[in-house]
């Protein structure tokens, strides 16, 4: 009989640990599959707005809260959850089980529960506040890295680059600082709540032990009830030290679900075909910025639009508009299509996106290589259709090390800036659209190279596809072409 209770309470720990197991299994394959689909949502409702988020957030905040603050999600999705399921079933069953045993073990059990909450709710509320400090800086870190990085160049050419290490080493001293507070008030919390449990269990235990010296518990009961009594406050222990591990999370998850929540934009107008695309004097407005003031002008078929003038005068924001990232405070554009001139906020955003192929002034690329980077832009190209495009913008393939294999989006990225802007051109050029915009497609390319550009930039004038060029200058171009000077408003 001995032997036999001892087999069935092994089995009993031995099933425990394999549900412990298969709990964690099942909680991590759910977690990495519901961060994913977070993702997937914040990333389509960030784009579909436009560049409202990136304002708000920052562009550097805004990719740390997709990709650091979503993936700080694992703790809550697969400890903190899961456990909270497991504190609202286990203590009260095993309370129950308690007190059908003993009533007075269970009444000293219900008046100790409460404890372990209420300790972890009142260090919780500092948890919160020290959890908001270190985002907060977290957030000026990397823009203020984000913005280092992109003005390198600059600051070596005037000899300012070991200056900005000071201050980047004193805004990573301040994270520093506040990461270590919120861990010591994660250690504190700890200590609390296991010193409460303890002492719920000690005073249970002296409880069983006086009445077993008077003989009004049997021992029996009263080992039972020793045994079993830590599994009432454990739960709800761990419940509350997990909260302190998924506090990042949680944190992340509020600015998250804020841009979640955000009403959709209206489905707008479709169309099939564009003409014309004809914009009135147009204003934005910028926080903590002066205006960006944009004058009147038309992109029709056939003909290449110039957007000239110096940095700052809104030759990128008028593409911005154009995308839907940006929305003018004054000011009308007109498309004209097939069903005649429709309003820019009228029309449906994605068909408007869809008929759009864009060169950014500073293009960046997602790991892949140069095969997959310009299939984005026509995902049935055949590898000698790559091949002629980027001939076609001088670029040979003979000058990538690998050939179209050649890895992008990496920090040790084999190509020049040269090379990276005709990669990206070759991109814009193999989009099949309706509207061309070229931010600065020229910059960092030689002489031969730019005639090549300006020639098939003509041919795509010509056979209908509407062409904004922003430039600092006017190139020489057979084709008709008309210029707006942002200089002169």
Known sequence: MNKFAVILLGSVFGFRALISFA???????????????????????????GAQ?????????????????????????????????????????????????????????????????????????????????????????????LDLLSGLTTLKVYGREKIQSQKLRSIGDTYRKETMGVLRISFLSALALELVATLSVALLAVSIGLRLVNGSIGLQTGLFILIIAPEVYWPIRQVAGYFHAAADG???????????????EPVGKDFKTINAITWSKLQVEYQDRTSVQIPAGQIPKG????????????????????????????????VSTEKGDISLSELDARILRSQ???LPQEPKFPIGTVAQILRHAKPDA???????????????????????????GTLRQPLSVGQLRKIALARAL???????????????????????ISEILAQKAAS???VLLITHRVQGISIESRVTDMARI
């Open 23 to 49: 709990l964690d299994r099942i909680s991590a394959r759910a977690s990495s599959r519901m961060r994913s689909e977070l993702r997937s949502a914040v990333m389509v409702k960030t784009l579909d707005s």
């Open 53 to 145: 988020d990136a304002q708000k957030h920052g562009t550097a905040g805004l990719s740390v809260l997709i990709t650091k603050g979503i993936n700080d999600l694992d703790g809550y999705f697969s400890k903190f959850l899961p456990q909270l399921f497991i504190a609202t079933i286990v203590p009260m069953a095993v309370g129950i089980t308690i007190a059908s045993q003993d009533w007075w073990s269970g009444v000293i059990v219900l008046l100790t529960i409460p404890l372990i909450p209420i300790f972890g709710g009142l260090i919780g509320r500092f948890t919160a506040s020290a959890i908001e400090k270190k985002w907060r800086t977290l957030g000026i870190l990397s823009t203020y890295f």
């Open 250 to 264: 949680m944190q992340a998850f509020e600015k998250l679900f804020a841009i979640l929540d955000r009403a959709d």
């Open 303 to 334: 003909s290449i639009h110039f957007l000239v003038g110096p940095s700052g005068s809104g030759k990128s924001t008028l593409a911005n508009i154009l995308l839907g990232f940006t929305k003018p405070s004054s000011g009308e554009i007109l």
């Open 356 to 358: 759009i192929s864009w």
């Open 382 to 408: 055949l590898e000698f259709e790559l091949v002629e495009i980027l001939h076609k913008v001088g670029l040979d393939i003979v000058d990538l090390p690998n050939g179209l294999r050649t890895p992008l």
């Open 430 to 452: 193999l989009k099949e659209c309706q509207i061309l915009i070229l931010d600065e497609p020229t910059a960092s390319v030689d002489d031969v190279s730019e005639s090549v």
């Open 464 to 466: 209908g596809v509407l």
